[in-house]
């Protein structure tokens, strides 16, 4: 990889994650509970490509030999910083609880936030990323590398994903129990993005195992079924809430899972490629890429459709907007899913 290419690749997701910010700050310039909600989460989406432009730099900066220890440090500490100030700004607002659309806001934030730390902890199982190319050319069964992180750590960076999902998984049925149409609407937004947490335990567990040298033959998809298996229930549940559910409400969340379950296939790429070029040729590798390019052009063609029709019914206002946050994500890990194409290849 030469340095121009690196750049671009380091570029696109904080690109990605200004466009984020900026959408959702010229959002909320209208006072009014759909702006307020859009405008939040996509304020919060930048996050998730912040973390992400940590996993970029952090395996780029490797493959180009410009990785120094305070990268180790720095680059990881600071996705986990903008996760901690997203679920506390989360927690703030729902704790405000003044109107319907805050409550709503604030625990779609805790959720999206918990995603950031999620994918901060992938850029720390990725601070030893060229050893995997290394481990591959190894005999299989040899021993772990003396210089990478412990097993112990390993199995904590792996857990670190399945908490996160754990946390919004529960904090989504809390919510169901209440019975509100905010606390129905937030609790199956939350759910989805539990369900993306979970999907990026599949992605630190394949980048430990390939650089502890313990990945296996018989896990050499395993991790890949479970992303498609929780990208479809996220699918599935958002055509089930927009055919079976009755209430305008059902909009938004119906829509934003959908774009969620896209988010897991896009988690899938990478999964999929780490999977296809381990100890094997796999020349349809690089292909892998075009994966994430899809489901961001579907999640933005779905926000025009959307858009076109909050111009007549105001419920599709929010998914339209939030849905742009969601192809923006998507194109970010096309931007990281080419990067670990490229430091894997032969």
């Known amino acids: 990889m030469n340095l121009g290419i690196s750049i671009l690749f380091r570029a696109i997701p904080l690109v990605m994650g200004a466009v984020c ?32 432009f940590t996993t970029a730099a ?43 659309e805050e ?6 934030l805790i959720g999206v936030g918990l995603i950031s730390a999620c994918v901060s902890t992938v850029a720390t199982a990725s601070t030893y990323f060229t050893f995997i190319s290394r481990n591959a050319a190894r005999e299989p069964g040899s021993e772990a590398p003396d210089e990478v992180y412990s097993a112990t750590t390993g199995r904590v960076l792996i857990a670190i994903p399945f908490l996160c999902g754990a946390i919004a998984i529960i904090l989504a049925i809390v919510l169901w129990t209440r019975g509100d149409t905010a606390s129905w609407t937030a609790g199956h937004v939350v759910f989805g993005l539990g369900l993306i947490c979970l999907s990026l335990v599949s992605l630190v567990a394949s980048i430990v ?20 298996v929780l990208g479809t ?11 079976f559910a009755s209430s305008p409400a059902r909009i938004a969340p119906g829509c934003i899972l959908i774009g969620l379950g896209l988010i897991c296939y896009s988690i899938l790429s990478k999964v999929l490629l780490l999977a296809l070029v381990w100890r094997r040729q796999e020349p349809l590798a690089n292909r892998i890429p075009i994966l994430p390019i899809l489901t961001a052009l579907t999640c933005l063609f779905f926000s025009a459709f959307l858009a076109e029709a909050a111009d007549t019914d105001s419920a599709f206002f929010v998914a339209a907007r939030v849905m742009v946050g969601l192809g923006a994500v998507c194109f970010t890990l096309f931007s990281i899913v080419s990067i670990l194409e490229a430091g894997t290849s032969t």
């Open 21 to 52: 910010l900026a959408f959702g700050l010229y959002l909320l310039r209208v006072d009014d509970a759909g702006h307020f909600v859009a405008g939040h989460v996509d304020i919060a989406l930048a996050g998730i490509c912040y973390a992400l």
């Open 233 to 243: 229930v996220n699918i599935l549940l958002g055509l089930g809430v927009l055919v």
């Open 103 to 108: 409550d709503l806001a604030g625990h779609v």
């Open 58 to 100: 952090t395996i780029i900066r490797q493959l180009i030999d410009r990785y120094r220890t305070i990268w180790r440090i720095v680059l990881p500490a600071s996705g986990y910083l903008v996760a901690l100030i997203t679920v506390i700004w989360g927690i703030s607002i729902a704790a405000r609880g003044h109107a319907p």
């Open 209 to 228: 195992r390939q650089v502890r040298n313990g990945f296996g033959e018989p896990e050499r998809f395993r991790w890949s079924l479970v992303v498609v």
